[in-house]
């Protein structure tokens, strides 16, 4: 397919814009895409503001929690700097590292339901890949150790037990070479 503006290059981009059940579609080419300017564009994009989503996103939280009959208290201050956790609902920005402490119970929820971790793991370096594995892999064991004590199911925590130990012992051995 031509580009819709030259009508001499491949189409790289088709841009379509979707307003009341009407649908328009542009076909591009590269350059034609790369000249075709914000000003002068039939579809304007809206402008995304990270702040402006979390503030919503913490509006959404507590109108949920409103309707379940839970009470939060929003005149929870950070310890450090001061901010209010309704100051943070507003603007979005945390003010310090402590921030993160101080509204915890407030920010773990939020940070489960945007990431699916309230933990942050980063990106693991190539080369070390297999020991962060084997460390990620002893962690989860130990909490699977535990829930197996707690319910009394001692064959499987023994065999997990085995597991960990096979797994420290890997470790050992490659931090020793």
Do not use: W
């Amino acid at each position: 397919m031509l580009c819709q503006i030259c009508k001499k290059k491949e189409v790289a981009i088709t841009l379509t814009k979707i307003v009341e059940e009407q649908k328009t579609e542009i076909h591009l080419c590269k350059d034609c895409a790369a000249a075709f300017s914000d000003k002068f564009s039939i579809f304007p994009l809206p402008q995304f503001d990270i702040n402006d989503l979390l503030a919503d996103l913490l509006n959404a939280i507590d109108l949920y929690h409103k309707e379940e009959g839970i009470v939060l208290d929003k005149e929870i201050e950070c310890s450090n700097c001061h901010l209010t956790y309704n100051d943070f609902r507003k603007s979005g920005k945390l003010g310090c590292s402590v921030c993160y402490q101080d509204f915890r119970d407030q920010l773990t929820p939020l940070l489960r339901r945007l990431h699916g971790n309230s933990e942050h793991l980063g990106k693991i370096p190539q080369q070390s890949k297999g020991k962060f594995n084997k460390i990620r892999k002893i962690k989860q064991l130990k909490k699977e150790l535990q829930e197996l004590i707690l319910k009394e199911e001692y064959e499987q925590a023994a065999n997990t037990r085995d597991e960990i130990l096979k797994l420290e012992g890997v470790l050992k051995k490659k931090n020793e070479k």
